[in-house]
């Protein structure tokens, strides 16, 4: 997917001080092709940035960038204000996406690697508790994450989760470095309050 050559900001994208990509998203689930290109003139560097900084490759950074904005033209009629702002919603996408995209190759490394293993007689290492473990933790990180507001959560995820620097992710979100160094303090507060006493 190549980046849209300049063009004028269509109808609805949003004006100064305004966050465009609410109205360009609303119009990209009525199939409004102006309407995406401008949404991904104004995504893909992030989009970007999120998969090369998990993938390293650059080119399949590139493929999951389309991945993502093909997800993002399906799915958009799909997204849910409450769960935070359309930047965070595309910016976890991507963040899924290369993810997979990580797990899927080492799966693959793991099959070749085991099909050319000369030791049968070996067991594997029981990981049943640890994967228990490893659930049980998740699910209260979710329950705590489920006690912030809905902008600290965004914050936390969009550096924490997909791997933004607090500049990076005042950028996105369009507010001031110290809004969001504010959000993301309040938010780990509670979150070491919640993890320390939730069992």
């Known amino acids: 997917m190549r980046r849209a050559g300049a063009h004028a900001v269509p109808e609805?994208?949003?004006?100064?001080?305004?966050?465009?990509?609410?109205g360009l998203l609303r119009r990209v689930a009525l199939g409004d092709l102006t309407?995406?290109?401008?949404?991904?003139?104004?995504?893909?560097?992030?989009?970007?940035?999120?998969?090369?900084r998990?993938?390293?490759?650059?080119?399949?950074?590139?493929?999951?960038?389309?991945?993502?904005?093909?997800e993002v033209w399906r799915t958009s009629s799909r997204y849910d204000p409450s769960l935070g702002s359309v930047a965070a919603w595309v910016a976890t996408i991507a963040?899924?996406?290369?993810?997979?995209r990580v797990r899927s190759e080492q799966a693959a490394a793991d099959r070749l690697s085991a099909a050319g293993r000369l030791e049968p007689e070996a067991t594997p290492r029981?990981?049943?508790?640890?994967?228990?473990?490893?659930?049980?933790?998740?699910?209260?990180?979710?329950?705590c994450l489920g006690?912030?507001?809905d902008r600290q959560r965004?914050?936390?995820?969009?550096?924490y989760y997909t791997g933004y620097t607090q500049r990076q992710a005042a950028d996105l979100l369009r507010v001031p470095l110290t809004t969001v160094k504010g959000r993301l303090r309040d938010g780990l507060i509670k979150l070491r309050d919640c993890l320390g006493v939730t069992v």
């Open 147 to 149: 006690r912030l507001t």
């Open 95 to 100: 963040h899924r996406r290369a993810v997979d």
């Open 12 to 22: 609805g994208a949003g004006g100064h001080g305004e966050d465009p990509l609410p």
């Open 54 to 70: 998990v993938l390293v490759d650059t080119a399949q950074a590139e493929e999951v960038c389309q991945e993502v904005f093909l």
């Open 154 to 159: 965004e914050v936390v995820r969009l550096t």
């Open 126 to 143: 029981d990981t049943v508790p640890e994967q228990v473990e490893n659930r049980l933790e998740r699910e209260k990180v979710r329950r």
């Open 35 to 52: 309407a995406f290109e401008a949404f991904y003139r104004e995504l893909s560097g992030a989009v970007f940035g999120v998969s090369r």
